[in-house]
């Protein structure tokens, strides 16, 4: 019967070869859920020494088959495993963005209910321009802006603040007026100052005629 399974295992597919698997897998999977701790001793006991006969007993090229099928077993389950892992990381990152994105929703609807949108500034009234522009236009207007110098104190103040008084109704008048020395002064001064004007522009036509 042994030979008979070893026969009918090398003739198989490969689909029957992983039908055979799954329900081994399945049935094995099942016994093993029902065991005992002292029973699952005593399996592995028992497939570590049936093993350990089976490889004792091969030859090397049943050996290098053994192997062989260890080694693309190995890997498919090793492909499998990444598959799945693959989803399994696919599927948690999908499940993240989801909660990310509720997450979001719930703190701008959340925050939505605080904010106060500010309004856009209103356009000023027409009036309030117009009667800006006229207080503006009068207090830069001549009669704002002119200035006149005190006869007496020689200080320019703005003309709308000054006081008009005629000559005759200022106190000590005679004050005022200059002294004579003070005429002398400045009548020599200015005689001095047209001298050295006249004598510049002698040199200087001149120089201009020997040139």
């Known amino acids: 019967m042994k030979e008979r399974n070893q026969s009918s295992r090398a003739n198989e597919s490969e689909e029957q070869w992983q039908t055979r698997l799954e329900k081994m897998k399945e049935t094995n999977q099942s016994s093993r859920a029902n065991e005992s701790e002292e029973q699952r001793q005593i399996r592995l006991e028992k497939m570590k020494e049936t093993n350990q006969s089976s490889r004792a007993n091969e030859s090397e090229g049943q050996r290098q088959t053994r192997l062989e099928k260890k080694r693309e077993q190995t890997q498919r389950t090793r492909t ?9 990381l696919l599927e948690q ?6 909660a990310n994105r509720t997450k979001k929703k719930h703190e701008n609807v959340g925050s939505g ?9 209103e356009p000023i009234a027409r009036d309030l321009k117009e009667t800006r522009l006229q207080q503006f236009l009068e207090q830069m207007s001549m009669s704002k802006l ?8 020689n200080i320019r103040t703005p003309a709308k603040d000054a006081k008009k008084i005629p000559i005759s109704k200022i106190p000590n008048i005679d004050l005022l007026k200059a002294s004579e020395e003070l005429k002398t002064l400045i009548k020599n001064s200015t005689e ?6 006249d004598d510049n522009n002698t040199h200087t036509t001149s120089h201009i005629k020997s040139m």
């Open 113 to 121: 209910k605080n904010y106060v949108r500010s309004p856009w500034p």
């Open 93 to 98: 990152q999908k499940k993240r963005s989801q």
């Open 146 to 153: 002119a200035e006149a110098t005190c006869a007496v104190c």
């Open 192 to 197: 001095n100052t047209a001298t050295l004007i």
């Open 80 to 88: 499998n495993e990444s598959r799945e892992q693959h989803q399994i």
